[in-house]
């Protein structure tokens, strides 16, 4: 998968577009690409019947893709900061204090040309916002991931 700063921007506005108010903090966007760059995390929560109650029971209902979360944040750090900084130049999303905030949706899971990647992450969104809905600590320490 090419894991760049384009499909990296479907991923934010995916979150942002399902979470509460069309906002997360900056360290919750940190989470995103990590996140949905996993092709086993993706799979699992673009699923409609898939049930996903918390970060805790996606972890243990999924062990094997969580080995490798800490090193994919730390390895996609400057990824999503360059996202981040890309998303605000397409007029997408602004920053306001830590949060990132969605202004536009760019990229429609109804257009058939986004390719399968880009849809089967809009498709992520709902259950991801989820897990995003929880406390910012604790999702860290969940993930293993040290500030």
Known sequence: MSQNELIGTVAIQSALENST????????????????????IRSVLKRKNSIVLSS??????????FVTLRTRYEDLTITSLNTILLAQELGMATLENDHLVLKKRIFLQENLQIGKIASDILASGPKLALILGENTADLYQTFRIEL
């Open 56 to 65: 805790k029971d996606l972890l243990i209902s999924n062990p094997n893709a």
């Open 21 to 40: 108010e069309r906002r997360l903090s900056l360290a919750k966007t940190m989470l995103v690409l990590p996140l949905l760059f996993d092709r086993i």
